[in-house]
């Protein structure tokens, strides 16, 4: 029996074991990075839903700082993670104040909008939505601009 041939480069451990261990050294360090990307792509997919864009956004901007560590650049991957965080999180917004505006100030959108809601639930938007807060599509744009929406369509 030969000793020490698990020593000699040519041997199983070195050829194949060593650098897979390499790999999965190398893997535990990036999992903020790859992380990162996820939770940014995730948020450009859910730009739609605010309620998942903004957190997702947020915690893809915290992995790209944790992923850094003591290095002064950050990698490629935690960037393309910040940026499409960042997308996401504007597209959110703009989606989100876009709808608000047409609920507002968009009397087509609003007619619709009842439409809908009468059909699927018996009461028009504005009757449950003055039914549950008390208030009137028409009073809170009146709050937020000092005209009423009737005499914003004129």
């Known amino acids: 029996m030969i000793t020490g041939c698990n020593r000699r480069p040519s041997s199983l451990f070195f050829l194949y074991i060593m650098p897979l261990q390499c790999y999965i050294k190398r893997m535990k360090s990036n999992a903020f990075t790859v992380l990162s990307m996820c939770m940014g ?6 730009c739609p839903m605010f309620f998942f864009s903004f957190p997702l ?6 992995f790209a700082i944790l992923s850094k560590g003591k290095k ?8 393309i993670g910040v940026a499409t965080a960042i997308g996401g999180m504007c597209t959110s917004f703009v989606l989100t104040a876009g709808m608000f505006y047409l609920l ?15 059909l699927l639930y018996g009461y ?5 939505l003055e039914e549950s807060y ?3 599509l028409d009073d809170l744009a009146r709050k937020v601009t000092g005209n009423p929406v009737s005499s914003l369509q004129q």
Request: zero cysteines; glycine letters at 6%; proline letters at 5%.
């Open 41 to 46: 792509i995730l948020s450009l997919v859910t």
């Open 57 to 62: 956004g947020g915690l893809s901007i915290i």
């Open 134 to 136: 008390g208030i009137t």
């Open 72 to 79: 002064l650049k950050m990698e490629t991957m935690p960037k």
């Open 104 to 118: 507002l100030f968009s009397p087509e959108y609003r007619d619709q909008l009842n439409e809908t809601s009468k």
């Open 124 to 128: 028009t938007y504005d009757e449950l």
